[in-house]
């Protein structure tokens, strides 16, 4: 089931790579709020296509798989879209040409390494909850490490916006020979990781049983959460910083 779940995915990683290159073109632009219309419409079709897909129709938990690699492409198209007939890019975007592959080796050597990183990053979450399935009452703690893992991938989210918009940001600044500025931007950003991390902390400690029912009604589960939570809380602000 977990391999027929991934396979339906396997469309949406070609959206997403398109996606990612797009976004970069705009972002060293500075060009943020045609990004956030075309993330928002996406999202709000998202949970429209998700609920049809899955309870309309006989795909069951495929159609989930499903939904993410349609929402993946209509943000392709949106933001493709944009970048064609707009008039705001006629001086940086040309049309497609052989150029855009002369620096591909250069890009390689650098994307690889970036990319084991994350790689490595994303599995040794991933091999937490594996490693959960062998150990005693391994229902109960498959599922609060998944809880956990998903509440940090959550928490993650949050900073992981400013982090990408610094890091445009510091980029356009040191390319401007601007180092005071992108000094101050990433002072900026840390300031506001740091806030943000402990906002996250704090709010799951204070709802910590509400926050626990969307994962599950076993008022078990709840509880050995409940016990988790410092250490969660702790792992939450480190990561976010």
């Known amino acids: 089931m977990a391999a027929l779940y991934i396979k339906h995915l396997i469309p949406g990683l070609f959206a997403y790579g398109l996606l990612n290159n797009i976004l970069r073109f705009l972002q060293t632009q500075s060009i943020v709020y045609p990004l956030v219309l075309c993330s928002l419409i996406p999202l709000f079709l998202h949970i429209?296509?998700?609920?049809?897909?899955?309870?309309?129709?006989?795909?069951?938990?495929?159609?989930?798989?499903?939904?993410?690699?349609?929402?993946?492409?209509?943000?392709?198209?949106?933001?493709?879209?944009?970048?064609l007939f707009s008039r705001r890019f006629k001086e940086t975007w040309q049309g497609f040409s052989m150029e855009s592959f002369d620096h591909v080796l250069a890009c390689l050597k650098v994307t690889l390494s970036s990319a084991a990183m994350v790689c490595l990053e994303c599995w040794a979450f991933e091999l937490l909850v594996l490693l959960a399935g062998i150990l005693p009452n391994s229902e109960i703690t498959t599922s609060l490490i998944a809880m956990c893992v998903n509440t940090e991938a959550i928490a993650y989210m949050l900073t992981d916006g400013p982090s990408a918009a610094a890091s445009m940001r510091v980029s356009n600044e040191v390319g401007a020979s601007n180092i005071d500025r992108?000094?101050?931007?990433?002072?900026?950003?840390?300031?506001?990781?740091?806030?943000?991390?402990?906002?996250?902390?704090?709010?799951?400690?204070?709802?910590?049983?509400?926050?626990?029912?969307?994962?599950?009604?076993?008022?078990?589960?709840?509880?050995?959460?409940?016990?988790?939570?410092?250490?969660?809380?702790?792992?939450i602000v480190l990561d976010s910083i």
Do not use: N
């Not at 993410?68 to 949106?78: G, H, R």
């Open 182 to 235: 992108a000094k101050h931007a990433m002072t900026v950003t840390v300031k506001l990781s740091v806030v943000l991390a402990l906002a996250v902390g704090l709010a799951l400690g204070f709802s910590l049983d509400i926050w626990a029912s969307f994962f599950t009604d076993s008022r078990v589960i709840v509880e050995k959460f409940a016990s988790m939570t410092p250490l969660l809380m702790i792992s």
């Open 48 to 83: 429209g296509i998700t609920y049809v897909l899955v309870y309309r129709t006989a795909l069951d938990f495929v159609g989930a798989a499903m939904a993410v690699s349609v929402s993946l492409w209509i943000a392709v198209l949106m933001l493709a879209g944009y970048v």
